[in-house]
């Protein structure tokens, strides 16, 4: 693929130190945090922080690097090359989903007090959106945040939150008021050492392994007033603004680890024999593998699309929401396709490929269900 005709030299010095750094402090790790069900994530984006991988495209003011989309991308390319999802999803909330609104709406004070800290790897962040009631229908959230003098008194409960049982501050969207319709919701920063926060519990899933997800509980928080985000009754917009960057940061790491596993296929299915020869010799397999490729490189050219949409500073919505589609069919399909290839070897869960077809699975799932972005595109089409 010809990489230079999208990136410099410069990019490509980002995406090496990017590469050596999964390959030193994150790769060897992955099976340990796999199976301890969560990593040091303090320590990791502490790491991270240092090297600046955490505020790409931040305002040096607070952090950052001020560097464009494009490096942005380069940095999630390589988080898809780490050997499990949990990792780079944890990393991608910090980056993508639970900062981009204190950039784009918060108050010098919030930059200063969350912000920075969370792109120099001090705080660990999450995004507290879903609840038990409303997941990817969020006009249905129940969690209140009742103004009261300097405070805001916050009650409820969040569920499926990244980052949960460690986060240090959430970037949490509660309802503000009873009236129906989108301006009754308003987006906080939410530090969890505040008295009546409570982790209920972390959750078991079925991929990601080695991120942790909890159930969280609101009694009577008291939130001060200067941690609203941006205006009140607003937050339902901002986080609708801040979904684009969540929904985007999933597309690049699933055209790169799709590409992955299938290179690792190809070299089981090379040293495999079967009937006296290697399994790639078989003209089906070959063919899915190369069908698949092609599918990897439309999703990859969209992302570029949507990257140059993104320079020139126009909404990319509709081709986001298409990206995030096909990039969860696709990463299910291969995932499930590669699985096959192996045979009884890859339902053994020692095999990295049983861990891909079970993280793969999220991707139709979180951030906006695969039903929700085709119901997006329904709408954007007029249909």
């Not at 040091?40 to 502490?46: A, I, M």
């Not at 684009?244 to 190809?266: L, N």
Request: glycine letters at 10%.
């Amino acid at each position: 693929m010809g990489n230079d005709i999208y990136f410099t030299k410069e990019h490509e010095m980002v995406r090496k130190a990017v590469r050596d750094f999964v390959n030193k402090e994150i790769n060897p790790y992955v099976d340990e945090w796999e199976e301890k069900g969560i990593a040091p994530l303090h320590d990791l984006f502490k790491k991270m922080g240092d090297l600046g991988f955490l505020g790409i495209r931040y305002d040096p003011k607070y952090g950052g690097e001020g560097l464009d989309y494009w490096y942005e991308l380069v940095v999630l390319e390589e988080l898809g090359h780490i050997k499990c999802g949990g990792i780079p999803m944890a990393i991608a909330v910090q980056s993508n989903m639970a900062t981009p609104a204190i950039d784009e709406f918060g108050s010098e004070y919030l930059k200063e007090a969350y912000l920075k800290p969370a792109v120099k790897g001090d705080l660990v962040a999450a995004i507290a959106v879903t609840e038990p009631d409303a997941g990817s229908d969020v006009a249905a959230l129940k969690t209140t945040a009742k103004k009261e003098g300097d405070h805001y008194v916050l009650n409820g409960s969040k569920t499926y939150i990244t980052n949960g049982t460690q986060a240090d501050f959430l970037t949490l969207l509660a309802r503000t008021n009873d009236d129906p319709g989108y301006h009754s919701f308003s987006l906080f920063v939410v530090p969890t050492n505040l008295p009546g926060f409570q982790v209920s519990r972390k959750l078991d899933k079925l991929g990601m392994r080695s991120s942790d997800t909890a159930e969280l509980y609101f009694d009577n928080v008291k939130v001060p007033a200067e941690n609203l985000i941006g205006i009140e009754g607003e937050g339902f917009i901002h986080q609708m603004m801040q979904f684009q960057h969540e929904r985007f940061s999933a597309m690049p790491m699933a055209y790169i680890s799709a590409e992955d596993i299938i290179k690792e296929t190809v070299e089981y299915l090379k040293k495999r024999i079967v009937f006296g020869k290697p399994l790639i010799t078989k003209q089906v397999l070959r063919h899915r593998l190369v069908h698949w490729l092609s599918e990897i490189e439309c999703v990859r050219q969209l992302t570029y699309h949507i990257v140059r949409i993104k320079m020139a500073g126009k909404d990319a919505t509709r081709e986001i929401s298409m990206g995030k589609l096909l990039g969860g069919d696709l990463m299910s399909k291969v995932a499930d396709g590669c699985l096959q290839m192996y045979g009884g070897m890859g339902f053994m869960n020692e095999m990295r490929i049983s861990r891909a077809y079970r993280d793969s699975r999220l991707m139709s799932i979180g951030g906006g269900a695969s039903e929700v972005m085709s119901d997006i595109l329904s709408k954007l089409e007029g249909y």
